[in-house]
């Protein structure tokens, strides 16, 4: 099995709480509500949202994705940071074992934070993940992360 790393970084006017509450604690009511156009439902299949949870997204109709499953691997609230792990799915699944994820929200100096995630995809034995299949995902992901920046910026009562 092969481990293929990858990491990403984005800054936002944000604070980092909002952002963690948002994006890590609260995404199950968050992103449904924001983005319904792309995703259908987030719930919890086993747990409460505290480690060892397995949280399932239900994408909308008509994506090349009907869903995903994250176990919950760690959340740590005082540092702002989560590790979690794509256990399932309907399509990336061919060439991927899974792929263990870190997220941090760091301060930045203008009272906004750095927004790092790390992800590492263990391939299958013999199977080859080509750059535009994660760049995908990613891009997918840093979507994310904007909107989620662009509804907390209209409205700053919001996970305050």
Known sequence: MAVTCYTQE????IAPSRMF?????????LMPKIVPQGIKSIEFI????????????NFAEGGHLKYLKHR??????????????????????????FVAYEVKFEASSDGGCMCKMT??????????????D???????AMGLYKVVEEYL????DVYA
Do not use: R
């Open 10 to 13: 984005f800054k936002t006017p």
């Open 21 to 29: 509450k948002a994006l890590i604690l609260d995404s199950h009511n």
């Open 46 to 57: 086993e747990g409460d949202g505290g480690v060892g949870s397995i949280k399932q997204t």
């Open 72 to 97: 919950i691997d760690t959340i740590d609230i005082e540092n702002l940071v989560c590790k979690y792990t794509l256990i399932e799915g309907d399509v990336v699944f061919d060439k991927i074992e």
């Open 119 to 132: 992800s590492e995809y263990h391939t299958k034995a013999g199977a080859e993940l080509k750059e535009e």
């Open 134 to 140: 994660i760049k995908q995902g990613k891009d997918k």
């Open 153 to 156: 910026l209209a409205n700053s």
